[in-house]
Structures are given as C-alpha cells and as structure tokens.
C-alpha cells in the first residue's frame, strides 16, 4: 500500500523558476526521504529529513517536514532542464523494513 | 564503486509465458529489495531480502512470482505464467543492513511488456 501522496501528479514549469512539490503521509515516521527518476531509469536518492528537523537544505534542494500535518515538501529552486523528472517521497515505518513509496510528482522544465 | 547491476533491460513476452530478472546488488550490500512500478505509478515491494533470507514477501504474489538470494548476493525474481498485468518496470534496489536512516541504491529496472 502507498504511505506517501504526492501533490501535485505533474507539475511544468519554465527555466529559473522554483518547483515546490508536496508529500503527505499517514502513519508515523522516523524519518522521510525524496528520490528522483529520470525517464526510464532507476531511483536515486535526492536527502533524507529526520522527524526531528523542520528543515534541511542540499544544494538547490530545500525539504520541510511537519509531523503534526503528516507532511512534506520538497523544493527545487532556479530550475534546469535537468531537473525534468518524477519526484518521490518515501517512509520506513521502522528498522528493518522497506521503504514505502508515494505515487510521485512528474515535474518538466521548459527552457 | 559499481552499482546495482540488473539483466535483461526490457524484455517481451506473450502471457502465460514464464520470465526471469537477474540483479547483483552493491557489494557489500546486504539488503536486496525487488519493486515493481506500474506506469504513472510508485514502486511497490514485492520482496526484500536480508542476506540469503526473505524479511518481507507479503506483497508478492506467490501463485506466480518467486524469488531467490542464493549465497545473499545475487538474486534472480521469476514470474510463471505472466499476466497481462504484469507489465512494468522491475526494480532492483540495495542497501548496506537495513537500518532506519539507509537510503536505497537502485538499478535501471527491467521493462516487461505482456503482450
């Protein structure tokens, strides 16, 4: 069963603009983690926001994560072509156990 | 370091017909994950091993789906027969034990089609 919902399904947008992406979930987590996936290949992790931190950044990548609302975003600033792709959240519910992924954002950047 | 190696990468077949994937994890990697993504769709877990042992296959459908670890390194998943709703992509994923705050390295995936 999917734990995360992304929102928006597809998102375009053009070059230089920033991409702002949501993910909620419904159970409890210990942490939350975002994936991309370039047409026709295999995931690849994006960071990693533990339940007790509001806010991380890496790069261009800006994830928030508040448990009270069980949600998630995962923002993407001053857009490239590149960054064209299906965006994913996913949750592990404890040690030992696989991830659990949301159905995705498919983003396009137009240049 | 290499990745995660998965063979074929796309594969046809008619239904009923019977089909294998081949995946060789991170070395080093014990944990070995298999999901299958529907079109405009997640991944979903069909089974994940920890060494040569299975830790969850509650999803996979054993009336026609199996999976090996043999020797915890490689790992091979069958389908026999294929349904026409077996078309996806197949996932391949790995990761070092299995720990709360891993990340998952995946493969390229196996594209079936059922025709």
């Known amino acids: 069963s999917q734990q995360g919902e992304e929102d928006p399904q597809a998102l375009s947008i053009q070059e230089g603009e920033n991409a702002t992406m949501n993910c909620s979930y419904k159970?409890?987590?210990?942490?939350l983690q975002w994936y991309r996936q370039n047409s026709g290949r295999g995931l690849v992790h994006l960071i990693l926001i533990r339940s007790n931190e509001r806010e991380k950044h890496s790069g261009r990548l800006r994830v928030t994560l508040d448990t009270s609302k069980k949600s998630s975003s995962l923002l993407i600033t001053a857009s490239r072509a590149a960054d064209t792709a299906s965006y994913f959240c996913?949750?592990?519910?404890?040690?030992?156990?696989?991830?659990?992924f949301g159905k995705g954002t498919t983003l396009s950047v137009s240049s | 370091e290499a990745g995660v190696a998965q063979s074929p990468r796309y594969k046809i077949i008619e239904k009923r017909q019977s089909v294998a994937f081949w995946c060789n994890p991170i070395?080093?990697?014990?944990?070995l994950y298999w999901y299958q993504q529907i079109l405009g769709q997640g991944p979903k877990l069909l089974i994940q091993?920890?060494?040569?042992?299975?830790?969850?296959d509650s999803q996979l459908p054993k009336d026609r789906f199996s999976a090996e670890r043999l020797k915890g390194v490689d790992s091979t998943l069958k389908i026999q027969p294929a349904k026409l709703e077996d078309s996806a992509v197949y996932l391949c994923a790995s990761s070092l034990v299995g720990t709360l705050n891993e990340k998952l390295f995946f493969g390229s995936g196996t594209q079936l089609s059922v025709l």
């Open positions: 091993f920890q060494n040569n042992g299975v830790v969850d």
């Open positions: 070395s080093g990697h014990a944990t």
């Open positions: 996913a949750t592990r519910r404890q040690a030992g156990t696989a991830l659990i």
């Open positions: 159970t409890s987590i210990n942490n």
